[in-house]
């Protein structure tokens, strides 16, 4: 079975930093690309951040562009999302997610974790 879980969220003050983890199982790590969205309340879903299985080339949202790097292990069964400058309008529920990456980019994924909370306080 597939599996993606999430960790590392947690709240922090305006301009700090957390680093989110997922852990993958049940997928070929050459076969899956991974996305990080959020969604906050009140708010549709959007797309974070995303790292192909291929090349590592990866992909940022205007909204965290220069603040968020995301990266994964060598073996691909860890990907991190590393959030620096945290602003209140950050706080979220953050997922990630498995599939192709052009549905990634499309918001889309064929497999989600749970999510876990960050929220940043002014």
Known sequence: ?????????????????????????????????????????????EGVSCITS??????????????FAISSDNAKTTVYLQMNDLKPEDTAVYYCAAGYYNDLLRNRANYWGQGTQVTVSS
């Open 54 to 67: 291929s090349d590592d080339s990866t992909y940022y949202a205007d909204s965290v562009k220069g603040r």
């Open 1 to 45: 079975e597939v599996q993606l879980v999430e960790s590392g969220g947690g709240l922090v003050q305006t301009g700090g930093s957390l680093r989110l983890s997922c852990a993958v199982s049940g997928l070929t790590p050459n076969n899956y690309n991974i996305g990080w969205f959020r969604q906050a309340p009140g708010k549709e879903r």
